[in-house]
Structures are given as C-alpha cells and as structure tokens.
Antibody
Framework: QVQLVQSGAEVKKPGASVMVSCKAS????????LCWVRQAPGQGLEWMGE????????NYAHKFQGRVTMTRDTSTGTVYMELSSLRFDDTAVYYC???????????WGQGTLVTVSS | DIQMTQSPSTLSASVGDRVTITCRAS??????LAWYQQKPGKAPKLLIF???NLQSGVPSRFSGSESGTDFTLTISSLQPDDFATYYC?????????FGQGTKLEIK
C-alpha cells in the first residue's frame, strides 16, 4: 500500500542542523510532489515547502528560505529535509506528505519529533 | 501570502449534532482548498479536496462547500470518532497555508 515512513526522533543543540528522511513506497515516486509540514507542541500546522521528486525542483516558504533544503534520492524513493541553524522554536513534529492529484496532501508520514535543547 | 481564517477555534457539540466549520481566504483560491482531520499524536488525514470532493474512504456525513472566498466543512451527524481538530489548507499559490484549526470537543 502507499506509505511514507519517516526517520526517528532527533535531539539537537541550538545552531546545529537536522536531517529528516521520508521513504516512499507503494507508488511511482517521481509522479507525486512531497511536502514538509511541521507542528510545534500544541500549535497548528505550518507548511515548510515541497519538492518535485521527478526533477528535484523545490518551493520553500519564505520563513524557511536560507535555512531549509529539500532533496531526493530517486534510487531509494526517499526525500530529505535539512533544517540548519536550529533554534529552540524549531522544536516540533515534522511531517512529510504526498501531493495528491490536485495538490492536496493525501498520504502522510508518521511524523518525526525534533527537539532543540541545550 | 494568502491568509486562511478559520472559525470557530473551538466548538463544543454532542453526538448526533450537525456542525459547521468555516474557513475564509484572504483572496481568490479557485476552489483549491482541502480539509484535514487530526487526532492527538497522529498525522492529519485528508477529508475533502478541491473544496467539495470527498476523499475516498471518508464517511459521507462529511461534506464541503464554498461561496466565493468562504469555505465550509459540515458534519451532518457527529459520531464519537469525529471529535478531533480540523484544518483547512489552500493550495492555490505558494506558500500553501493552513487555517489555525478548529478543535471539536464533546459537550
């Protein structure tokens, strides 16, 4: 079945970088966009950006430009999200999600908790 | 950026009630709106896409409608499993943006 499986929880210090992976299975990887959405504790959903696994083109939210990099590995069907210069308020659950036929997000990963702590 | 204003932020209702959640876009989004349901500790789940289309497998008590830049999610008869937080999202133009969420609580 269609599935997105994310890497495990991370604890990082302020100023460090974190890379979260999202492995897709059950469908043609290059045919669907993948996005990253985060959710701080007790807060709402925040769109970070998305990547076209076919060609690698990306779109990032202005807030994260310069700090976020989304890449993909077509040989393994995996997308990566790297966030640098981590701050305490980057503590959140990070989700990957697949863009459906119309651009909505129809399949989600299980989420990865990133904790920024000194 | 397109702002999505969702209301109410909290809604108390009982099993069997009909409830409505509203989302207003700050500009035209050409029906490119989705609704998601999220339960504590879980990933969001797509309910409605392109404003009024029911995602496969979602119960028919959920429906979506639109009027200009106003969008509505209706649950016709609340079931115990429906108590959750609901989010709208526009995907007309980057950056895609979510509403603030509506927490649906048991009265």
């Amino acid at each position: 079945q269609v599935q997105l499986v994310q890497s495990g929880a991370e604890v990082k210090k302020p100023g460090a970088s974190v890379m979260v992976s999202c492995k897709a299975s059950g469908y043609t990887f290059t045919n669907y966009y993948l996005c990253w959405v985060r959710q701080a504790p007790g807060q709402g959903l925040e769109w970070m950006g998305e990547i076209n696994p076919g060609g690698g083109a990306t779109n990032y939210a202005h807030k994260f430009q310069g700090r976020v990099t989304m890449t993909r590995d077509t040989s393994t069907g995996t997308v990566y999200m790297e966030l640098s210069s981590l701050r305490f308020d980057d503590t959140a659950v990070y989700y990957c999600a697949r863009g459906g036929t119309y651009g909505d997000y129809d399949v989600w990963g299980q989420g990865t908790l990133v904790t920024v702590s000194s | 950026d397109i702002q999505m204003t969702q209301s109410p932020s909290t809604l108390s209702a009982s099993v069997g009630d009909r409830v409505t959640i509203t989302c207003r876009a700050s500009q035209n989004i050409n029906s490119w709106l989705a609704w998601y349901q999220q339960k504590p500790g879980k990933a969001p789940k797509l309910l409605i896409f392109k404003a009024s289309n029911l995602q496969s497998g979602v119960p028919s008590r959920f429906s979506g409608s639109e009027s200009g830049t106003d969008f509505t999610l209706t649950i016709s008869s609340l079931q115990p499993d429906d108590f959750a937080t609901y989010y709208c999202q526009q995907y007309n133009s980057y950056p895609y943006t979510f509403g603030q969420g509506t927490k649906l609580e048991i009265k």
